[in-house]
């Protein structure tokens, strides 16, 4: 048996007294999309950003391909950093505003002292090359999800967690984007944590849900029978809020 791409163990976040994240094991393999589902507060974000190493975890553990990234060192993690790349909900708020968008693609690369392919990474997102010289507020939404996805890709990783990546857009938008995900996991063999509230998103995209709440797994199987027959309470209250 290899290595799962990313394997989570008794993850646990504390802030303060509040338990954001309070033990939870989960695994995702290349080339493959497990969604973690939720309500607001159950702990989903603060999870993405233990896996990514933005917020450090109280304890347990996160391997990476094998890795224990739990107890490293920043030196040591730096490495490994350009191999998990986080997608946020609202771009706008982690794009520069007075960069252009062909700065904003090319900065992953150049922190990194290499040489990128900006324009060839436009492309693969989507990006008209019209648009190289944009402002983060000259584009429309999707064209900015399509600009952090493409500064996500630029250090060519093999997992993205994404957190409600397309909650802020449109419904047609949404799609565009489910779709653009689709081929680039495809091409790319990508291991997606894709976190969202929705279930009519996680449906187009998911191979298996993780159901959260209060900072805990209260359910996890295939996403066609989690969708179809889910069990615990917290995943019929999402199932029923599909439209
Ligand atoms: N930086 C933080 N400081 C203190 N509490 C936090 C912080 N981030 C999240 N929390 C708390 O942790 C819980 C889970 O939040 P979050 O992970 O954002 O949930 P979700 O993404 O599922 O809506 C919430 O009660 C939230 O208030
Ligand atoms: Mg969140």
Redesign the pocket.
Known sequence: MSEPLLSVRDLR?D??R?Q??AGVSLEVGRGETVAVV????????????CVVRL?RPTSGSVRFDGVELAGLSARRLRPLRSRFQLVFQDPSSSLNPRWSVRRLIGEPLRVQGREGDVAGLMAEVGLDAALAGRLPHQLSGGQRQRVGIARALALSPELLVL??PVTALDVSVQAQIVNLLLRLQEERGLGYLF?S?DLSVVGALAHRVVV?SE?RVVESGPAGRVLSRPEHPCTRRLVDAVP
Request: aromatic share 4%; proline share 0%.
């Open positions: 976040k802030y303060g509040r954001a994240v939720g309500e607001s507060g159950s702990g989903k974000s603060t999870l993405g950003r917020s957190d409600e976190i509230h959260m900072g």
